[in-house]
């Protein structure tokens, strides 16, 4: 079992930046596969990017990439995404999930374990 506590979300204007954190406890965050998926209001949740389990392969949805990065901290157990040049379509409440496998993977039912999710408003 893993726990996931996302923080970090907040109301920014368009062409602003955030830092969303995905604290871990529990198992080896080290043995997990991490993502980053997103679902706005009336619509399904969508990939939005996945590492391994280092850190060594990374994939975005096409709709974010060049202005999301997402990382690791295998030692202190922390996810991140960065979110740089934000616009009002990335409005959405965030997760972050856990895979039991070492490799990234994109759908979201590849996923055993999610965090609560943090809200990102994007608006002037």
């Known amino acids: 079992q893993v726990q996931l506590v996302e923080s970090g979300g907040g109301l920014v204007q368009p062409g602003g930046s955030l830092r969303l954190s995905c604290a871990a406890s529990?198992?080896?965050?080290?043995?997990?596969?991490m993502g980053w998926f997103r679902q706005a209001p009336g619509k399904e949740r969508e990939f939005v990017s996945t590492?391994?389990?280092?850190?060594?392969?990374?994939a975005y949805a096409d709709s974010v990439k060049g202005r999301f990065t997402i990382s690791r901290d295998n030692a202190k157990a922390t996810l991140y995404l960065q979110m740089n040049s934000l616009k009002p379509e990335d409005t959405a409440v965030y997760f972050c999930a856990a895979r039991r496998i070492l490799t990234h993977s994109t759908p979201p039912y590849e996923y055993d374990y999610w965090g609560q999710g943090t809200q990102v408003t994007v608006s002037s």
């Open positions: 590492m391994n389990y280092i850190g060594s392969i990374t």
């Open positions: 529990g198992r080896t965050f080290g043995a997990y596969a």
